[in-house]
């Protein structure tokens, strides 16, 4: 286990962390609601607008309503995928009334995430800096 991984893991089961984690969710709705989507380490911070956005497989989740209590027992189920390494995000977006929820990889490379978004059957991966969406 890195060090990331050790720092933010420490306090998984205290009270700490569970205010951490709905203080995280409270901030993730207000993006959600504000502009569509969101994404967002276990700290809270939004990745530098560099690289692309590539869902990792089996962590996906959608829903028709998101409340901040969704996000949270979201947040919690999967903290171990996010938290496990800096390149590793939490992310969300809406299309056709539905919200999408999803751990993310931030890959630097365009063709290293379409292969990767291709190799975890995505439909889609996301640009930062032009902050579109990439249509595999």
């Given at each position: ?16 962390h569970?205010e ?11 993006l959600?609601?504000?502009?569509g ?19 990792i ?16 027992a979201?947040?919690l189920?999967h903290?171990?995928?996010v ?22 990889e931030?890959i630097?490379?365009?063709?290293e ?14 640009d ?8 595999i």
């Amino acid at each position: 286990m890195n060090e990331y991984a050790v720092s933010v893991q420490a306090d998984i089961n205290s009270k700490a962390h569970e205010e951490r984690v709905w203080n995280l969710a409270r901030k993730a709705h207000d993006l959600l609601c504000e502009n569509g989507g969101f994404s967002l380490d276990v700290n809270g911070n939004s990745p530098e607008p560099i690289g692309y956005a590539v869902a990792i497989e089996g962590n996906e989740e959608i829903y028709l309503t998101v409340t901040i209590q969704t996000l949270y027992a979201y947040f919690l189920a999967h903290w171990d995928v996010v938290a496990s390494d800096p390149t590793k995000v939490f992310g969300a977006w809406v299309d056709n009334d539905r919200t999408y929820l999803d751990c993310t990889e931030i890959i630097d490379s365009l063709s290293e995430a379409l292969w990767q978004g291709s190799e975890r059957n995505q439909l889609s991966i996301y640009d930062l800096f032009e902050e579109n969406v990439i249509w595999i």
